[in-house]
């Protein structure tokens, strides 16, 4: 099955532009995770949504930062405006739920390194 | 708030060394533990877990790990690694049975490489 799709890759802005990331789950992936990833430093999650809603976004700071998932599908992260901390990679994340269980596995795309001049 | 400590940032070992990385975690709770991995260029990808039962859990690659809830440690074994082992190794723990958060909290990241 194919896997967590990210765009872009790469990114390169400068400070103050906006910039959007757009991820792609596993389909049939209900819930969806947002992670920043800061060199040297392990994912830290941003955001989780369950189908269309955000469930846990305590820690995306939403004075310049926004995420939203449309049909509980495909999702977009955007930033704006930029600034010289954001550079990082963001990485998205997909996982199914399963009634009656407990933790389910965490897939992860191949992330979008955002750069920041 | 949880937190998971990896002591080793590098690790460099010779191919056939036994490879030993640390994870401990800060939670008293029951927790579900995890190591990722991330080969050079590639996604992370979950290598092993452990939920309950047996603390000594077998992963992919002929890697292991132990959960020694008295030490609060979730340590990563391999009695023989290989070049291809070069990479990143993340720990990982999602604190609150029933996956109630389905949260996971990551370690720094100790980064292997192996020498041919």
């Known amino acids: 099955e194919a896997g967590v799709v990210q765009s872009p890759r790469y990114k390169i802005i400068e400070k103050k532009q906006p910039v959007a990331f757009w991820c792609n789950p596993i389909s049939g992936h209900n819930t969806l995770y947002w992670y920043r990833q800061n060199l040297g430093q392990g994912p830290e999650l941003l955001i989780r949504y369950e189908n269309e809603e955000a469930v846990d976004d305590s820690q995306l700071p939403k004075d310049r930062f926004s995420a939203e998932r449309l049909k509980g599908v495909d999702s977009t992260l955007k930033i704006q405006p930029a600034e010289l901390g954001d550079s990082a990679v963001y990485l998205c994340?997909?996982?199914?739920?399963?009634?009656?269980?407990?933790?389910?596995?965490?897939?992860f795309g191949p992330g979008t390194r955002l750069t920041v001049l | 708030a949880q937190s998971v400590s990896q002591h080793n940032h590098h690790v460099i070992l010779s191919e056939a060394a036994s490879l030993e990385l640390g994870c401990n975690y800060s939670y008293g709770g029951t927790v579900n533990l995890f190591w990722y991995v991330q080969y050079p260029g590639q996604h992370l990808q979950l290598l092993l877990k452990?939920?309950?039962?047996?603390?000594l859990v077998k992963g992919i690659k002929g890697f292991e790990a132990e959960f020694i809830k008295s030490k609060f440690s979730f340590n990563l074994r391999k009695p023989s690694v290989q070049w291809s082992d070069t990479a990143e190794y993340f720990c990982?723990?999602?604190?609150?049975?029933?996956?109630?958060?389905?949260?996971?909290?990551f370690g720094t990241g100790t980064l292997l490489a192996v020498q041919p």
């Open positions: 990982a723990v999602n604190a609150g049975y029933g996956g109630a958060t389905n949260k996971l909290i």
């Open positions: 994340a997909s996982s199914s739920r399963t009634a009656g269980t407990g933790y389910n596995e965490q897939f």
């Open positions: 452990y939920f309950s039962g047996d603390p």
